[in-house]
């Protein structure tokens, strides 16, 4: 079965802490992308990468980092230095041409 | 910038149909698409057009595309409780990056 997952589904930290979430993905896609989404909002783009070892921020990356080493992950990290880092983090990927196709979801809350 | 707007609600009957509309501002956009989200799930691409397409049909979904005004719609036929959820349009820009708009929820009445 091809598709994205993202791990874990819900996460909780306290405020000051790093914490890493998982996007891996087994559809040989190009692209991956991460996306921020608050109530009532639609989705923002954090960090996007199109080939593997190189990334690009989006409209939103301050307090964000991610890598990319393997085609397959693209692990957010979401450090000390944001300053609303509870929200749905949704990850994506792409092959050039129709859509991008989304895994389930992470629920960060930080207290 | 590009921008996507879309109306924040929308009710309708059971049985009946539900248009949602999006209006964009790209129109170099390739592919404009509708994607849907059930709550605490990811989003899921519903369907797509080209930019050169005025229509698409696919099962219960009609897409109309009127390229001139920047306005895209979604009819959903035969609404049932299950097409409950948010709709998000969104149209593509450089790079394969996508612009969403902030999504219409769509309460289905008995």
């Known amino acids: 079965d091809g598709g994205i997952t993202q791990s874990p589904k819900y996460l909780f930290r306290k405020e000051g802490q790093n914490v890493t979430l998982s996007c891996e993905q087994n559809?040989?896609?190009?692209?991956m992308y991460w996306y921020r989404q608050d109530p009532g909002q639609g989705l923002r783009l954090i960090y996007y990468?199109?080939?593997?070892?190189?990334?690009q921020k989006g409209d939103i990356a301050e307090g964000y980092s991610v890598s990319r080493e393997k085609k397959e992950s693209f692990p957010l990290t979401v450090t000390s230095a944001q300053k609303n880092p509870t929200a749905f983090y949704l990850c994506?990927?792409?092959?050039?041409?129709?859509?991008?196709?989304f895994g389930p979801g992470t629920r960060l809350t930080v207290t | 910038g590009e921008d996507v707007e879309q109306s924040l609600f929308l009710s309708v009957r059971e049985g009946d149909s539900s248009v949602i509309n999006c209006t964009y501002t790209d129109s170099s956009s390739t592919y404009l698409y509708w994607y849907k989200q059930e709550p605490g799930a990811g989003l899921q691409l519903l369907t797509y057009i080209f930019s050169n397409m005025d229509m698409k049909q696919d099962q219960r979904l009609t897409v109309l595309l009127n390229k001139k005004d920047k306005h895209l719609s979604l009819r959903i036929a035969d609404t049932q409780t299950g097409d409950s959820a948010i709709y998000f349009c969104?149209?593509?820009?450089?790079?394969?990056?996508?612009?969403f708009g902030k999504g219409t929820r769509l309460h289905i009445l008995p």
């Open positions: 559809l040989n896609h190009d692209a």
């Open positions: 969104a149209e593509s820009i450089e790079d394969d990056k996508i612009i």
């Open positions: 990468s199109q080939i593997v070892n190189d990334f």
């Open positions: 994506a990927s792409s092959m050039e041409g129709v859509g991008q196709y």
